[in-house]
């Protein structure tokens, strides 16, 4: 059967860590969207250059910041847009009703940004639980991609696409994995997920190494398209997902 393969990229902040509370771009005293519009741009080149459709998640936030440089509305006519939270918040640690509030203005201003609706959402640091997941269900959200973790349910009718931390791109990015074993360990559907400023600037915080970040990712594309795999939007390879979903 031929594998598919889903190319999620979460738009965000620069390198967002927490750090007493506050959220900020790692090594710097607040947030920083240089590399994350750097890395954006490349990556919708990359994308047409390889002909692979992809979904971008969107920080509420980062998408207003970015409204000025790029035409979003062009952006959603050519791939799938969701959300990746409001101000990349850690829905865990908030109680039902803040958590409603950040998912309902995620989706509304994400929506009226790129004139589409959004089915999907991606957690900001991986952390969800199931109320989130309810919540999103109840406002409109068909999946949730990028959650990892075991014991949750799934509502009826919402899907939720598991990615084992491992498979990530992030070691492939920083250069502690190449494309061919990063390919060996998907074994069957899959999302590969990464960040638009992974592409532009990384844990080292340096930027110098863009070019080889970006031939790593170049190089796995290529390689999982020559073995066979075909590429499909988050929100299509939700639809009849086996396996990880429940
Ligand atoms: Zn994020």
């Known amino acids: 059967m031929q594998v598919r393969i889903a190319f999620a990229v979460d738009v965000d902040p620069d390198y967002t ?25 490349w990556l919708l080149e990359f994308l047409r250059e390889e002909r692979v459709p992809a979904t971008f998640f969107f920080e509420a936030r980062t998408a207003k910041k970015l409204s000025r440089d790029f035409n979003l509305r062009a952006i959603a006519k050519k791939y799938e847009i969701g959300c990746h939270g409001y101000e990349h918040e850690d829905l865990t640690a908030l109680s039902e009703k803040e958590k409603r509030k950040v998912v309902m203005k995620a989706r509304k201003t994400v929506a009226s940004l790129f004139g589409t609706t959004p089915a999907g959402w991606s957690s900001p640091y991986w952390k969800s639980d199931s109320s989130t997941r309810r919540i999103l269900r109840d406002c409109g959200f068909k999946y949730e991609a990028n959650v990892c973790g075991e014991t949750e349910e799934t509502a009826e009718g919402f899907v939720l696409l598991r990615t084992p931390k491992k498979c990530a791109l992030w070691a492939l990015m920083e250069g502690k994995r190449g494309a061919k074993e990063h390919a060996a360990l998907l074994k069957g559907d899959a999302v590969i997920a990464t960040h638009s400023w992974h592409t532009d600037y990384g844990e080292s915080g340096k930027a110098k190494d863009s070019a080889e970040r970006r031939m790593r990712l170049r190089e796995i594309v290529r390689l ?13 390879l939700a639809k009849g997902f086996k396996g990880l979903a429940r």
């Open 17 to 41: 860590v927490e750090e007493g509370g506050r959220r900020k771009t790692k090594g710097k005293t607040r947030l920083s969207f240089v590399h994350t519009k750097k890395g954006l741009a």
């Open 224 to 236: 999982l398209k020559s073995g066979g795999a075909r590429f499909v939007t988050v929100g299509e």
